[in-house]
């Protein structure tokens, strides 16, 4: 495979004109695909993966049966709103309710920011408090308490508590849907 530096720079051009970096900077190049352990870019060149923990770590990008299961499932549902329920999450939930005595109920969620926001909420709920320990160097995601969390320099630039807690006056809500049996 050729490397196309021209293809890769234009596109690395384009993000650096369109798109924000949370923190950081983007990676100097442009992923192609991904394979096992590796990120490949345009033209081949294979980088070892040490950061995607968010999904491929444990079985690597691309596993044949991970892109079986993937494939079938999507092929007959993809996406639910979070307030409706499919056989495959209530399966889920139970195999993971089981897994913990004493702890029967589980939320599922997307990512680890809205495990962290989640875990940090509820803790205020029992605890009734709001002060909370951050590792040096810790990273918990960039929703509003998880980055509160955070113990970072570029996120606790002052003693000023990171979270704006507002009021919000009750609205009506035209588009949900109402469900009614009978």
């Known amino acids: ?3 196309e530096p021209h293809r890769d ?4 051009e384009a993000a650096d004109h369109h798109l924000i970096r949370y923190g950081g900077t983007f990676l100097p190049f442009v992923a192609d695909r991904a394979e096992g352990s590796f ?13 995607s923990g968010q999904m491929s ?14 494939t079938e499932t999507i092929a ?12 495959p999450v209530i399966e889920l939930g139970e195999a993971l309710g089981n897994l913990a005595p004493g702890l029967s109920k589980v939320l ?10 989640a875990a940090l909420r509820m803790a205020r709920l029992v605890t ?10 810790s990273w918990h ?6 980055a509160s969390a955070t113990y970072s320099g570029m996120f606790q630039s002052s003693r000023q508590p990171q979270i704006l807690w507002t009021k919000r006056p009750r609205m009506a809500a035209p588009w949900r849907v109402c469900v009614t049996s009978g």
């Open 1 to 3: 495979m050729s490397v």
């Open 9 to 12: 720079r234009a596109a690395l």
């Open 39 to 51: 990120v490949y870019d345009s033209g081949g060149r294979a980088i070892l993966d040490f950061t």
């Open 57 to 70: 770590a444990i079985l690597g990008h691309s596993h044949p049966e991970i892109v079986d299961v993937v």
């Open 76 to 87: 007959r549902l993809d996406h639910l709103f979070s307030g409706m329920l499919s056989r």
């Open 108 to 117: 599922l969620l997307s990512t680890g920011a809205e495990s962290n926001e």
């Open 128 to 137: 009734g408090g709001w002060e909370v320990v951050g590792f040096s160097q």
């Open 141 to 146: 995601g960039m929703t509003g308490a998880a």
